[in-house]
Nanobody
Framework: QVQLVESGGGLVQVGGSLRLSCAASERTFGTYHMGWFRQSPGNEREFVAAISWYGHDTQAADSVKDRMSISRDYANTLYLEIFNLKPEDTAVYYC???????????????WGQGTQVTVSS
């Protein structure tokens, strides 16, 4: 069982930046594909970005790929940097982990509780 804890969310002004972190409990964190998703009120959860367990394959949604960067260390932490924040980035951001399969679909095995990002104008 992998436990994931997100942090780094908060209230940010339009145009600002944030770095979200996701700490994993699993000692074999380095063998999991990792992803970030987000959900805003009234909307379905959407894919944001993902990174393979070996780190060579990253994918990001077209709507955010020029403003977001995903990375990981091989201790136990996943990161998402978000630049030039927009009001539509307001959402709860979730990290997720899976052992195998496509990194950009929704079938992740483990999910964190989420961290709120609010972008104010």
């Amino acid at each position: 069982q992998v436990q994931l804890v997100e942090s780094g969310g908060g209230l940010v002004q339009v145009g600002g930046s944030l770095r979200l972190s996701c700490a994993a409990s699993e000692r074999t964190f380095g063998t999991y594909h990792m992803g970030w998703f987000r959900q805003s009120p009234g909307n379905e959860r959407e894919f944001v970005a993902a990174i393979s367990w070996y780190g060579h394959d990253t994918q990001a949604a077209d709507s955010v790929k020029d403003r977001m960067s995903i990375s990981r260390d091989y201790a136990n932490t996943l990161y998402l940097e978000i630049f030039n924040l927009k009001p539509e980035d307001t959402a709860v951001y979730y990290c997720a982990a899976r052992k195998s399969g496509p990194i950009s679909d929704y079938n992740y095995d483990y999910w964190g509780q989420g961290t709120q990002v609010t972008v104010s104008s």
